[in-house]
């Protein structure tokens, strides 16, 4: 890669799309800051003692305005910080250039290729010759990903002598992960093991994430504490089901224009971020049919007035198409040729994968009619219509709007900011072994109230009695560890 | 008591209010079995095998329609059944008639005293000399209890001599628990442990119980296995939540006949019962506002553009009082005089006490006048203005309506078919403890699934390729144990 | 008709089921006062000077507690009134007993035959020897249409000789008005043409009747002025939507308890009715498709998310049928044989010919099972599986329920006195001749205003500048007659 | 003015920002084109017969791609075109290069200043020396006033040989209309005059031009026909409430990335456009506050379950503002003073005044800090806080987003199409007088018809039978004139 890395005049790096955007960025940083009592509220509790005082700290996380308030969160509270995003497509370029001159280290900019982001994901775990970062937070998990792959690479060069292949893999995303842990391999054999040695932890952020966290976890090969900060309930039942049921308008709206009331909308799975999806669908007057595999969602579903069907049933008969399931091969080429002339095709839930974006770059005679940046109708040969391609296949909410609003996002990023305190603190206690963890109730619910007031909402407080008399303490936890919300 | 147990022509006892209403309760149960296709199914699945063959269930749990399915499942799977209602106001006549005249031993009516309440729930414990019932399902955890403070007093008896002494408490419904154990000592000291030798185990219905039986798991006094089956999802986030968004309207209708639209409805609670409730309101075109402890819950009541406020902001601007906390002391009578004239005060939640019907009875000149049965206007004295109080402070659900519709409880009472026959199955195998433990997810989602078809939803198939790349298997279970729904 | 007339120890007639439920209805009647601002204050701005003084008012409009509160608002205005309901299902008892015994003369139960149903209409309508009445308030229009059929009548007899054959219609309800009429003139061959000599107009409740005084103005055959309640804003904008969307639930849930959650409703038109009938099984969690033949509310519709269809192509495939239309034909027998067993068939539109009752009673096999009252199940011999009719075809609503709740009551009850007293005071002047009015818009204004600070509603008041700037006065009226709310 | 009109190739004028937008625009155009049936019908229908053939067409209306749709349908028909924007920040820069290059001459671009914009409106009304254009499609009424002000101007001078005074008038944009008429005055004394008389009628699009028509018609100043699109249900009812439901949020997004869930909305006025704004802040999870002068609108959102307040009694509660009056002066800048911190303040219902930005504008020391463009932040002195205002107090639906999605322009586009047929087609018969009318009946409900069948779905038809039995038409139109919808 011929990118070069650029330096602010006092020295740090950073590689963003213009830096002249940075006032811009400051601007809607200070407008998000109203917006997100909890991070600010961890400013106010925690700036004056200084906890991430020497930790160095590596973020990839979409570099949004949002994030941008986190990584000022973690710089108030004492850390250096590294960050780039986890999408090619989040990077809003206003939020990058502020932080880039203001605040951290930022490798990130909207519209990056694949190399570029892995590239970027390289630049932010690299603090130089004493190895990586302390922490990392992570979202997708694509930060620890490298790093475990490397440090596989390592062993086994060190082992047999042999380098990774790129050409072993058909995936391309994955031989350009191998080609960088190759090249590093010939600078440093022992790159990725001194970030291992390094790290405490990490936080991860979203579901994908947490899921292959767990995967290494039952595999013995966690090679790091992780703290799952996706299923905090103050994450997982706000950022994925509101944040969507906001974001998901937002981006058909700026990506189409489409008139939303009136059409019928497929939402595929009805996790949190479907029935996100889904109310917000409903909400705007479309008609919405639910595909999902899990009785239990599905039956959810119906008591909402939702139809649930399959997609080949109704693929014919919708208008817009969104995936939420976290799972691959949702929306398949042969699919969208069933699909009436321009049906909008989407995915917020979890990699392009979701929609068979390679069978649709490959299918005989399509033609890619760009509209806008992000915004793409693909036309077939046989009839002639087309479909239109939101994001590439990747989230929309973020590729063809800002992603989700500041509110939910603090919510969110506030228990980053807490998992990070909590695994920084613990560091040589022991308390955390190579395992995922989630955060204490009390915890979760002290997120929570930190975002009551912003929005004039007012508790009632349990009298000693009440509160004997359903076995919980008066200042809480309220609930069991099971308790679904 | 002087209450006279009745029998049939094949002398199963009972004890209802009127028996000619059995054709019409008959009727109307038929209509039910249309709707409780997760019942229904058991019937088919099990019946051939008559798995219930030799047990003895006891049932203490509101004897309506929806229940009587799930007697005559109980039944027709080859169990022999005796019946209490859980609720002083919630049987349906027609239902009671229909089952002591057809199918089981009960003894319920609409409408019972305290006193009788209990008797019930005694008879029904009462199978005869040979001790208990193998089997118990329970519903607030009366029937529970009533065995383990028998328990409790005849081991008290053995070791002292004594016997429990009615006057010893303030609380008027215990005194009568006392009373009936006083009573049955006298007639065989080892009566309530030679129920608990034989019991194989209990199957709880509802929070309240489940709440009990996880502090006597804490304490080490629980004498016998239990299933939580409030806490399958098929469970709390649809009885609960769905059956409540149904039947607080139905109540309130029923009772009062009055607009909802337009109302200010003040929701205390915002747990699956209080979301419930809300969205039911929300919907009436009610404004409501919400009262909570929990911050999270506050949180998720501000994102559905709820108001959260403390009851004594708004006790004097709202038209509509909705108990549903599980907790005590929830609207005290010093609340009630500061409220508008013709104020609605009623619970959906747990017992009478959410609201001060003490304080209420009590309170120096009060008057009160029953408009009709379960709809009572009480007078204060200094204003003259009066508030109207339903079904006495108790479930107003099951007291001014008929409870949850069928197609729900259909979910609700499959789980509870699969808990006891999971008990009976394995009550020599040392399985089950003394603790509380949950249905197994995979059996929550046939729940799920045997409610679908009804409802013409139609599941998506996982391929191998799909569920591997989730890591769950192709047939389910499809989440992790901590996934909230 | 071997009917009886009663008479109260004041000597004032009366024909109820059963007058001992007079005190119930009196509690409920004050009751139902608090929440009708609209009658209350017309009680106190016009009680004082009495215009009724003097004023024979029949009303044949649905005896139930709302309207009770308008039977008392006229006579607390100095009027004498006498009443039958306009529907042999919507009696209210309790209602009826209590004018019977403390306001006016009653001639209304629930569950009247036919034959009785038009006893009780000419009951109503006879004054005795001095004639009819001087006002009449009329729904749906069978008091208007006996004076004009009697007029009619007396006509034909005057020049031909000739008596009304009842055997010269199918229509047996037509068969019974013409018996009546048949009688009356062998009494007093002018009985109809005093009535109307005396009457000073009627004002007229709903669509249906709405409709047939349009007619007859058109076919210049009306006999008097005739005042269009139906069409204040007041009355068709908040009694037909907010009206219907609170009672349609409640009467699904007396009649059937049925869940609404996860079913599939068809909703027959799309106009008041029809949105309110839609808008309750949306929130209620049921999948909703409408029939409309006007391509302007099919439209709107659509905008709500909600799918257009005719009935044949979703008859198999639906729960719950309501009709809304006003028109006839809607559901006929071999669409109910179509429908899945236990299919919920009732109309809350017009008459009960929206549903073609007609046919299901004779069709050669069929069988009728009464649930309970208003509630059917009617069997096809050859499937063995049946639908469920309500009320019998008629309005649900009141069959099955109460009807409207008395707050939306208030509104339309307030434009009936407020016509009738438009209607009364200008009985002299020559203003309303034989045409049908609407009330204008100051006064539909006034009502609404009315019912505001019930609500806790609170207007802002234009400045004269803002007035003038839009051309308005400042105290309204406030549209243009074309408004459409 | 010192701008020069441009000219393509084929000598047409105009006037854009970019026509290297124009590419972009056609892809976008194409898109619209598919989502807006009834204009595409039109060019089936009457494109061949060339009705506009000869007919100089003016438009007046926000020059975005659906009016670009707009703009190509009346060129289909045969007419020759001129077009402007009638909002300073409303076009769209593709459409109007898209347009300019391919179909019309057009004086428009996103951001004129006052200046720029009535010099737009000039060059779209001048067609050279042989007078104006034959048919004027208006929104606001801009360019009908510049004429009426011209003639009357003309006159004036003609009379008394005075020239109009800019200075005689405080409204800076009125002195802008003046000084234009006074320099065509000097050119050619009867200019308007000629305009005038060519002129065969205006189809005028909405509330605040509709008006000022009546107003005109009142005094007998207008001075040729006019048809009121805007009171067509198809219009009025959809694009004034779902075009907003749909747009509102859409700006608040694109501008601001605020939350709308948990917030407080104050929505001044609920007419078609306060409904539409009120139910898609309640939707997306805000609780909504409405203020109205009308109270039967405010009843009718009392119905919805919004509280209606003043707005002096919430302004420093709220979080967004919303103005949806069609009057004046409704938030004034001591009302702004008095609000939360980055509350965001708008206007989507008429002129800017509806938000006093003049009194914000020339408040003593207040800071304006421009976020981005149409979103400024206002700071006020005493306090510091600030207020966010978007599109300078301009309709921020079309100044910060798209404005209304294609389908529902598609009905009011539709309308329009059909008014433009009518007036040119009786141009000679005298059918229309210096009047203002409605679309017949049935022309609106052609115009739903159309575009039915793109949503799927599927109207019912009256039997013969049944029509006469209600006494309409078989084909429509189905409603008398007063209905509501």
Partial sequence: MALTVEKTSSGREYKV???SLADFGRLELELAEVEMPGLMSCRTEFGPSQPFKGARITGSLHMTIQTAVLIETLTALGAEVRWCSCNIFSTQDHAAAAIARDSAAVFAWKGETLQEYWWCTERALDWGP?????????????????????????????????????TSTDNPEFQIVLSIIKEGLQVDPKKYHKMKDRLVGVSEETTTGVKRLYQMQANGTLLFPAINVNDSVTKSKFDNLYGCRHSLPDGLMRATD???AGKVAVVCGYGDVGKGCAAAMKQAGARVIVTEIDPICALQATMEGLQVRTLEDVVSEADIFVTTTGNKDIIMVSDMRKMKNNAIVCNIGHFDNEIDMLGLETYPGVKRITIKPQTDRWVFPETNTGIIILAEGRLMNLGCA??????????????????QLELWKEKSSGKYGKEV??????????VAALHLEKLGAKLTK?????????????????KPAHYRY
């Fill in 17 to 19: 799309k213009d830096m």
């Fill in 437 to 446: 963890y989630v955060l204490p109730k009390h915890l979760d619910e002290k």
């Fill in 402 to 419: 800002t992603g989700h609003p500041s509110f939910v996002m603090s919510c969110s990023f506030t228990n980053q900011v807490i998992a």
């Fill in 130 to 166: 004493g190895g990586g970062p302390d922490l990392i937070v992570d979202d997708g998990g694509d930060a620890t990903l490298l790093i475990h792959e490397g440090v596989k690479a390592e062993e086994e060069f060190e082992k047999t002598g042999k380098v990774p292949d790129p």
């Fill in 258 to 260: 489409v008139m939303i």
């Fill in 462 to 478: 349990l009298s000693k009695d009440q509160a004997d008399y359903i076995s919980v303490p008066v200042e809480g936890p309220y």
